[in-house]
């Protein structure tokens, strides 16, 4: 009896086995279905989420192309702006030491000139008392004062040139293009009237050398009979 049972036990589970092996096959191949549902979803999530990694990178290095053309064309510019700066500084600085050449040759004609005129004008004053004195001897002083209104001509000579000088315009626009033309324009005409100032004061010194000369002829017989005190030296040095 007892052997019966297990044998009947047995026949039960063989019967009971491929049916259970069918349940458990088909819960096997429903995970695996699962699975590989959700595997596909994710592996989609990651290309996606890789494509549109990809898509920023590329977003991004064209960003940063463009940006660095932009900057390099922003500093492009800016060179070129501090290039023409430069440019226009040096023009400027240029002009106006042009300009203050010109003027400093002017001034320092001028300053000269005007020395030059007031040596010989004392001198002229020196010789016309001395002219003066001798006058009242009653000797004939013609000569001698004949070459000091020629010294006094040639001073005045000197001094419209001198005016002509202080009358050139040095006020122009440094910023016109006609600058530079303007101050060597102005440079001629400085060293041209500068140059008759001086002949002209070249003239009046021996104009007044001569008027000494002719001054001292008449002195030395005068002096000798005792009609005239001993001479005392005039300042002759100038420097025309």
């Known amino acids: 009896?007892?052997?019966?049972?297990?044998?009947?036990?047995l026949i039960l589970s063989i019967i009971a086995l491929p049916a259970f092996a069918e349940d458990n096959s088909g819960t096997s191949k429903g995970v695996r279905e699962d699975y590989e549902a959700k595997k596909a979803e994710i592996q989609g999530r990651i290309k996606e989420n890789?494509?549109?990694?990809?898509?920023?990178?590329?977003?991004?290095?064209?960003?940063?192309?463009?940006?660095?053309?932009?900057?390099?064309?922003?500093?492009?510019?800016?060179?070129?702006?501090?290039?023409?700066?430069?440019?226009?500084?040096?023009?400027d600085r240029r002009e106006e030491a042009g300009e203050k050449s010109v003027k400093v040759r002017a001034d320092v004609a001028v300053r000269v000139l005007e020395a030059?005129?007031?040596?010989?004008?004392?001198?002229?004053?020196?010789i016309d008392s001395r002219i003066t004195k001798l006058g009242s001897t009653g000797t004939s002083t013609s000569e001698a004062t004949g070459f000091v209104a020629s010294a006094r001509t040639d001073i005045?000579?000197?001094?419209t040139h001198i005016a002509n000088i202080k009358g050139i315009d040095l006020s122009g626009d440094t910023a016109s293009s006609t600058a530079?033309?303007?101050?060597?324009?102005?440079?001629?005409?400085?060293?041209?009237?500068?140059?008759?100032?001086?002949?002209?004061?070249?003239s009046a010194k021996q104009n007044l050398m001569k008027a000494l000369?002719?001054?001292?002829?008449?002195?030395?017989?005068?002096?000798?009979?005792?009609?005239?005190?001993?001479?005392?030296?005039?300042?002759?040095?100038?420097?025309p």
């Open 156 to 159: 005045s000579t000197a001094k």
């Open 50 to 91: 890789k494509d549109k990694l990809k898509e920023n990178r590329e977003i991004r290095k064209d960003e940063i192309k463009e940006n660095r053309e932009i900057r390099k064309e922003e500093v492009k510019d800016i060179r070129e702006d501090r290039r023409e700066d430069r440019q226009e500084d040096r023009k």
């Open 116 to 126: 030059t005129i007031t040596r010989l004008e004392t001198l002229a004053t020196r």
């Open 213 to 239: 000369n002719a001054i001292k002829r008449i002195e030395a017989p005068l002096r000798r009979e005792g009609k005239l005190p001993v001479a005392t030296s005039t300042a002759t040095t100038t420097t």
């Open 180 to 202: 530079t033309s303007t101050n060597r324009v102005n440079r001629d005409k400085i060293k041209s009237e500068s140059k008759l100032a001086r002949e002209a004061l070249v």
């Open 1 to 9: 009896m007892k052997n019966k049972i297990v044998v009947l036990s």
